[in-house]
């Protein structure tokens, strides 16, 4: 998802920091993580989860208050693509400086780099 759009979905319970905390909440419900599953189902490739695994808890959303300072959040921020670009994944990271602001969102940018297909052009 790029450009601000976002589905707000957690894909699996390894993406929040307690399952519990988030129960019967939009975040996870099963019609959103099966929404999910079907964009995901057409062949593209959550790059993140591709680059440091299923259970990495590397979180991109935090609530307002306490929850960044004790990393208690969740994983909603996705980068999707195709298998021959997912290919090229050099490595994925979570870019905190947005959260370092007076007013900071409660989303950090996931952010991909890729390297190029022709290494000499």
Known sequence: MSG??????????????HPDAFIDSVYVTP???AA??????????DVDVARWGP???RFTWW????????NLGMRLNMIATDPI????LDTTWIDHVGR???RP??????????????PHG
Do not use: C, E, Q
Request: glycine share 18%.
């Open 63 to 70: 609530d307002l208050g306490r929850g960044y300072g004790n």
């Open 36 to 45: 999910l599953g079907g964009v995901l189902g057409t062949g593209l490739i």
């Open 105 to 118: 969102s409660d989303h950090a940018a996931l952010v991909a780099d890729f390297r190029r297909s022709d």
């Open 100 to 102: 370092s602001g007076d």
């Open 85 to 88: 670009l997912a290919g090229r």
């Open 4 to 17: 601000g759009t976002g589905l707000n979905v957690a894909a699996t319970d390894s993406d929040v920091f």
């Open 31 to 33: 019609p959103a993580r």
């Open 55 to 57: 259970r990495a808890r």
